[in-house]
T-cell receptor, first 113, second 117 residues
Framework: DSGVTQTPKHLITATGQRVTLRCSPRSGDLSVYWYQQSLDQGLQFLIQYYNGEERAKGNILERFSAQQFPDLHSELNLSSLELGDSALYFC????????????FGSGTQLSVL | AQKITQTQPGMFVQEKEAVTLDCTYDTSDPSYGLFWYKQPSSGEMIFLIYQGSYDQQNATEGRYSLNFQKARKSANLVISASQLGDSAMYFCAMREVFMDSNYQLIWGAGTKLIIKP
């Protein structure tokens, strides 16, 4: 168990809809990262938050947004969903141990029909 | 330019044999870290091993070891005595500094390892 909690595990929705993915980082970790992994693809970095503030942006679409709350949990909002948004979405957190190792949640499998 | 290169898209290995998964990297930062993660078919990403650029010895974690050759910029993962449960995707990643002390991981494309009984 990595200590990172992601909900829900599976999400099935229709095109044009909006969903929210939730992540609780490992206790004590201030950094939260969101990644997208499409079928047979590597990890695409979306966005990073550190202690409530956006730190870095990757390949995140304008239809997607995220935030980190004072209790350090984070939410990734995906709107106007398209078929191509179907993917596994990971949240990860990091601290100061083991070279800033990322601890990953189990992921949310999003299926857009 | 690719910063992390995993040249083996897929590998088949006989059970109990040793496996070497290749990873080369490119960075001009003297301080960096290298990671290997495993992703089984169930989907979760599992940390395997870490090597810091200043670490004198190659990292080892149980059956996993990292063959770190700094001059060649390679960080190959070695799995000794492979098991059926080792069948998975394996990702190499490099930590680099981004924006002051902020760290980012750069990921390779992965290698799909299949262990044959």
């Amino acid at each position: 168990d990595s200590g990172v909690t992601q909900t829900p595990k599976h999400l099935i929705t229709a095109t044009g809809q909006r969903v929210t993915l939730r992540c609780s980082p490992r206790s004590g970790d201030l950094s939260v990262y969101w990644y997208q992994q499409s079928l047979d693809q590597g990890l695409q970095f979306l966005i990073q938050y550190y202690n409530g503030e956006e730190r870095a942006k990757g390949n995140i679409l304008e239809r997607f947004s995220a935030q980190q709350f004072p209790d350090l949990h984070s939410e990734l909002n995906l709107s106007s969903l398209e078929l191509g948004d179907s993917a596994l979405y990971f949240c990860a957190s990091s601290g100061r141990d083991k070279g800033e190792k990322l601890f990953f949640g189990s992921g949310t499998q999003l299926s857009v029909l | 330019a690719q910063k992390i290169t995993q040249t083996q898209p897929g590998m088949f290995v006989q059970e109990k044999e040793a496996v070497t998964l290749d990873c080369t990297y490119d960075t001009s930062d003297p301080s960096y870290g290298l990671f290997w993660y495993k992703q089984p078919s169930s989907g979760e990403m599992i940390f395997l091993i870490y090597q810091g650029s200043y670490d004198q010895q190659n990292a080892t974690e149980g059956r996993y070891s990292l063959n770190f050759q700094k001059a060649r910029k390679s960080a190959n993962l070695v799995i000794s005595a492979s098991q059926l449960g080792d069948s998975a995707m394996y990702f190499c990643a490099m930590r680099e500094v981004f924006m002051d002390s902020n760290y980012q991981l750069i990921w390779g494309a992965g290698t799909k390892l299949i262990i044959k009984p």
